[in-house]
Nanobody, 126 residues
Framework: QVQLVESGGGLVQAGGSLRLSCAAS????????MGWFRQAPGKEREFVAC???????YSADSVKGRFTISRDNAKNTLYLQMNSLKAEDTAVYYC????????????????????WGQGTQVTISS
């Protein structure tokens, strides 16, 4: 089974940028649909963005035009480029993976994913 480790979080000012990475080990990364979720203090976990196995992207309305999800199968890594960051983007960000045989299907619900990383903190100062 795949193991996921996020990195790249930190403290930035509003309007700044960060790039999160999610390194996958064990398992065949290209077989997985991938997603990013986040959870702010006192709030439920929410969907941010996802990629199908063949890299079809989909993002939440709240981040469209600001965040870009991508993957590098040769490096077994998922990315989330976050630009024009806002205070409301402050959260712990988690990557998730789902083993799937369908190449184009995207998954936006957390319960559709089988594997999760430990999370990385993103804090935006206003």
């Amino acid at each position: 089974q795949v193991q996921l480790v996020e990195s790249g979080g930190g403290l930035v000012q509003a309007g700044g940028s960060l790039r999160l990475s999610c390194a996958a080990s064990q398992g065949t990364f290209s077989n997985y649909a991938m997603g990013w979720f986040r959870q702010a203090p006192g709030k439920e976990r929410e969907f941010v963005a996802c990629l199908s196995r063949n890299s079809r992207p989909y993002s939440a309305d709240s981040v469209k035009g600001r965040f870009t999800i991508s993957r590098d199968n040769a490096k077994n890594t998922l990315y989330l480029q976050m630009n024009s960051l806002k205070a409301e983007d402050t959260a712990v960000y988690y990557c998730a993976a789902r083993d799937t045989v369908t190449s184009r299907t995207i998954y936006v619900r957390g319960d559709e994913y089988e594997y999760w990383g430990q999370g990385t903190q993103v804090t935006i100062s206003s």
